[in-house]
């Protein structure tokens, strides 16, 4: 009778059957018993012989995740990014060392057996009965791979990856049966590629040819010996023979993969001893993932195009079927970003806004007449770390942005006049303009009309009571008087400017259309993106063309075939003669307006400056036939009040559009054009109104200077007490205290 094992249970011959007879059960295969459809991972079947026929082709040849790289509009590298760091190398490319010692620790009769190994089930299992545990496990190569695969299709999902990974009989009767089609249909050189392309090695490294560049820094195919044994031995238990942080317990492993290559043959015991008296000599190649890794601060250009591709339905029908392309990756996304934009803007940026300052700074260069972004940074890095944030300030809050957007001041502004002038008001329009004013009694909307009700009434104010009128059109836009355009407004009405407005693309921060009332559409009172602003100003240069905007030329996949890419998608929002007229006199406003401090010597341009109330915001956006840029300047969580402030090692008094967004812009665009031909505008005559009213000092406005009423704080009150912009831009992450944002503007 046979013995039984101390403490009880069944004999080595009891045990043995019954082993044998679990594996027996593989013989279901020959049955037919189907497996799950392509990529499930439960255990349904068909219940059909040809079902069972079916294997995925995703088993044959695994959709493995790999490395996406973005690239700029000229080739060079942007970022890398992944969610497996993996690169797909060939078996010819792969040591010959390598190949040997997976083989050997893994599955030494790897080339002698089928799917299943029925000598080492039994080997196995004495070995178990014998240490009474779990010492030995019998799953083949080709076992594992199949088991590779489930993962990798589980992904990030903590619970496909459960499923994936259940010890089941369930699991191990699919895994046979997948194994043995595998077997049949790749042979074992093609097994033994795939396994180790698809197998994790630790530290972020998914196979081999990234685990060799991350613990050596070489090549998969040009690893030594001992080399080959430790990555080797890392397979079974990566975190536990972790050569990085356990250099003891990873030799004991290394110097078991060489004694077992020496047992079998691949190499002689004096080779293994050699080896094993060699230390270990890492070169760690730290993992470089991710936007945070960009390059002259792209990282929020980079993760733009990211959520570009998650969200635009031409990478994919589902925000599933996105994801799952480029979780999967081996993507090559060139970009639109110019490299010499982009070089431009961080050296603006960096030249006049500091990292550490109270305040930000955003920059957008766009490309009129393509929708092309060309450039895109900010002053507070992409990163973690003190004075960084995820954030980027440039786009809307869908595509990473703030909450809301920034209230804009008087950037609005040539929006409303591009209204009023398509519907045939005269570009010497004249208004009486007053220092102040209470709002008009009504506004026509689309729907119903707009009504003064306030208590006290809505009011405002120009920036400095010199500014009196009578005004014509190109000198209000010069001096940016708030009166004239509310006054503009009333005339016109509101619907024209939505309309407008909706033709540039022209909405709120959070995705939202702006609303209909007097502050939002003159004094530019609620949320926008730098993006947005720039690409609808983008419309003027184009001679009234919008065109929508995009950061990726072209997509292709790891085998060389392109995906389809997102298109601008141009229309015309005005007349050529509208926007001529635009064109005039915003040039009027960096000649002799506001914004003489952003003007441009060698090419024509043109802008306009914004300031909203409290001087939380500073704005310029301005443009050249051949070149669009927004520039916004100010506290992310709105908290701070641009008065008596250091701004890049300079302290200011008090901040203006055209004092630090001008000069940004400035520098930040003849960078980026140096050496770019420099088209004129096609530019209209605009008469002089007849001289008789005061103009006010034009040498104050070209300084950009105040001039209040001692003890008066310049700007006008916010006019709308229940419509501003929440002050907490960007969620909380800048900190900062919470207070309602005023929603005027003071002009310039």
């Not at 520039?631 to 008065?643: A, L, T």
Request: proline letters at 6%; one cysteine or more; glycine letters at 12%.
């Amino acid at each position: 009778m046979p013995k039984k094992r101390s403490g009880g249970g069944l004999t080595t011959t009891q045990q043995a059957a019954k082993f044998l007879g679990v594996a027996a059960l593989s013989g279901v295969v020959l049955a037919g018993i189907a497996l799950p459809a392509a990529g499930a991972l439960g255990l349904a079947t068909k219940g059909t012989v040809q079902g069972f026929d079916e294997i995925p082709a995703n088993l044959q040849t695994p959709p493995l995740s790999q490395r996406t790289t973005i690239l700029d509009s000229k080739g060079g590298t942007i970022a890398t990014v992944y969610s497996r760091d993996r690169t797909v190398v060939k078996l010819k490319d792969i040591s010959p060392y390598m190949q040997k010692a997976i083989v050997a620790i893994e599955d030494a009769r790897f080339y002698e057996h089928g799917a299943i190994d029925l000598k080492g089930i039994l080997r196995a299992l004495n070995r178990n009965v014998q240490t009474g545990g779990t010492a030995e496990g019998a799953s083949t190569l080709t076992q594992q791979y199949v088991k590779n695969v489930f993962i990798e299709e589980a992904g990030d999902d903590p619970d496909k990856v459960a499923q994936a990974t259940q010890q089941t009989m369930g699991r191990k009767i699919q895994e046979l049966k997948y194994a043995i089609q595998v077997e049949e249909k790749l042979g074992k050189k093609r097994i033994l590629a795939n396994y180790l392309n698809i197998t994790f090695f630790g530290q972020q490294a998914y196979g081999v040819e990234a685990a060799s560049q991350r613990y050596f820094s070489k090549s998969a195919k040009d690893l030594k010996l001992e080399e080959a044994a430790l990555l080797a031995g890392i397979v079974q238990s990566p975190s536990r023979y972790d050569p990085v942080n356990d250099t003891a317990e990873a030799t004991k492993r290394r110097n078991t993969v060489l004694q077992r290559m020496a047992e079998v043959g691949d190499i002689t015991q004096a080779e293994a001893d050699k080896a094993k008296a060699t230390p270990i000599k890492l070169k760690v190649k730290k993992p470089k993932n991710g936007c945070i890794t960009a390059v002259s601060g792209a990282g929020f250009f980079c993760d733009y195009v990211r959520n570009v591709f998650l969200t635009d339905p031409a990478f994919g029908k589902t925000k599933e079927d996105r994801a799952k392309i480029w979780n999967r990756g081996g993507l090559t996304v060139r970009t639109t970003l110019d490299p010499q934009s982009q070089e431009s803007v961080q050296n603006s940026i960096k030249s006049h806004v500091y990292k550490s300052d109270k305040v930000a700074t955003a920059v957008t260069l766009v490309q009129p007449g393509t929708g092309k972004i060309m450039g895109m940074g900010q002053s507070k890095p992409y990163g973690f770390g003190p004075d960084e944030t995820q954030y980027n300030y440039s786009v809307n809050k869908s595509m990473g942005g703030s909450n809301y957007g920034f209230p804009t001041g008087s950037t609005f502004k040539p929006f409303l006049a591009a209204a009023a002038i398509e519907g045939g008001k005269p570009a010497t329009q004249v208004y009486p303009s007053p220092y102040e004013m209470d709002y008009p009694d009504t506004v026509q909307s689309c729907g119903k009309p707009w009504v003064n009700d306030g208590v006290p009434r809505y009011h405002l104010e120009n920036e400095n009571e010199s500014e009196r009128g009578p005004y014509a059109l190109r000198e209000a836009m010069e001096k940016s008087v708030n009166t004239y355009f509310v006054q503009m407004l009333q005339d016109i009405g509101m619907c024209p400017v939505s309309q407008m407005t909706d033709k540039l693309g022209v909405v709120q921060g959070d995705g939202t259309k702006l609303p209909q009332n007097p502050s939002t559409l003159t004094l530019g009172s609620n949320g926008l993106s730098p993006l947005t602003m720039a690409s609808a100003y983008a419309a003027f240069a184009n001679r009234g063309t919008y065109c929508t905007p995009i950061a990726i030329e072209s997509v292709k996949k790891a085998n060389g075939t392109s995906l389809p890419v997102p298109k601008t998608t141009c229309s015309q929002a005005m007349s050529q003669t509208t926007a001529d007229t635009i064109n005039t006199l915003l040039r009027g406003v960096v000649d002799s307006g506001t914004g003489q401090e952003a003007g441009l010597q060698s090419r024509d341009n043109a802008g306009k400056t914004g300031t909203t109330d409290a001087r939380k915001n500073a704005w310029f956006v301005g443009y050249t036939p051949n070149m669009s840029g927004a520039v916004w300047v100010g506290s992310p969580s709105q908290s701070v009040e641009m008065e008596h402030v250091t701004i890049g090692g300079v302290y200011r008094d008090k901040v203006y559009g055209g004092q630090v967004p001008g000069p940004i812009w400035r520098d930040a665009m003849t960078g980026a054009l140096d050496g770019v031909p420099a088209p004129a505008f096609n530019t209209i005559d605009i008469p002089d109104p007849p001289r008789g009213h005061d103009r006010g000092d034009r040498e104050r406005d070209r300084r950009g200077a105040g001039g209040s009423k001692p003890g008066k704080k310049p700007g006008n009150k916010n006019p709308f007490p229940g419509i501003s912009i929440p002050p907490d831009l960007t969620g909380g992450n800048q900190g900062g205290h919470r207070g309602q944002s005023n929603a005027g503007t003071q002009g310039p």
